[in-house]
T-cell receptor, first 113, second 112 residues
Framework: GAVVSQHPSRVICKSGTSVKIECRSL??????MFWYRQFPKQSLMLMAT?????????EQGVEKDKFLINHASLTLSTLTVTSAHPEDSSFYIC?????????FGPGTRLLVL | SQKIEQNSEALNIQEGKTATLTCNYT??????LQWYRQDPGRGPVFLLL?????KEKRKERLKVTFDTTLKQSLFHITASQPADSATYLC???????????FGSGTRLLVRP
């Protein structure tokens, strides 16, 4: 149980374009989910928390207009990186909250050229 | 702000031995602490959760201890196997928001 998928698993895009990352929970429903990013050899850094049907809450230093989160349903959330730049290249990971525990997706590797 | 310290150096042990990983935190105690396993290029996988009023938790070959006086958690893998080789992350949750603060992880290498 508690399977989470992410799509795509990796994406390469040109600077200035937008990229959408999809996160789905396959076998459970969750009201709350989280988006993280992880730079090489660093820890996961929380970007935002979202509750289904509500606006996402962003961590300090994360631009909400750049990282658009749409928590469409209890099993689906998307993160759109708008006008991506090379410094946005990172490993993006989503998680769904179920009974105090977060279940993570496999991650999306974004490379912005 | 809360800081989490995990040994950045890899832990290299022989198969069959017990691996012990350390997680230290500063400031005030978390509501609970979790351990995750992360393989290269993959998302973390939940292993164990221990609350601030618990001293020890076990699950199969895994054991976690929590000492709020020392501000430390220890994570043990007994009878280690090469398949246990991965990075192990410590994460703290400070309140009912369930947000997690992650350590940078310790890489474990189990030699056959």
């Amino acid at each position: 149980g508690a399977v989470v998928s992410q799509h795509p698993s990796r994406v390469i895009c040109k600077s200035g374009t937008s990229v959408k990352i999809e996160c789905r929970s396959l076998d459970f429903q969750a009201t709350t989910m989280f988006w993280y990013r992880q730079f090489p050899k660093q820890s996961l850094m929380l970007m935002a928390t979202s509750n289904e049907g509500s606006k996402a809450t962003y961590e300090q230093g994360v631009e909400k207009d750049k990282f658009l989160i749409n928590h469409a349903s209890l099993t689906l959330s998307t993160l759109t990186v708008t006008s991506a730049h090379p410094e946005d290249s990172s490993f993006y990971i989503c998680s769904f909250l179920a009974e105090e525990t977060q279940y993570f997706g496999p991650g999306t590797r974004l490379l912005v050229l | 702000s809360q800081k989490i310290e995990q040994n950045s150096e890899a832990l290299n042990i022989q198969e069959g031995k017990t691996a012990t990983l350390t997680c230290n935190y500063t400031n005030y105690s978390p509501a609970y602490l979790q351990w995750y396993r992360q393989d290269p290029g993959r998302g973390p996988v939940f292993l164990l959760l221990i609350r601030e009023n618990e001293k020890e938790k076990r699950k199969e070959r895994l054991k976690v201890t929590f000492d709020t006086t020392l501000k430390q958690s220890l994570f043990h893998i007994t009878a280690s196997q090469p398949a246990d080789s991965a990075t192990y992350l410590c994460a703290l949750s400070m309140d009912s928001s369930y947000k997690l603060i992650f350590g940078s992880g310790t890489r474990l290498l189990v030699r056959p």
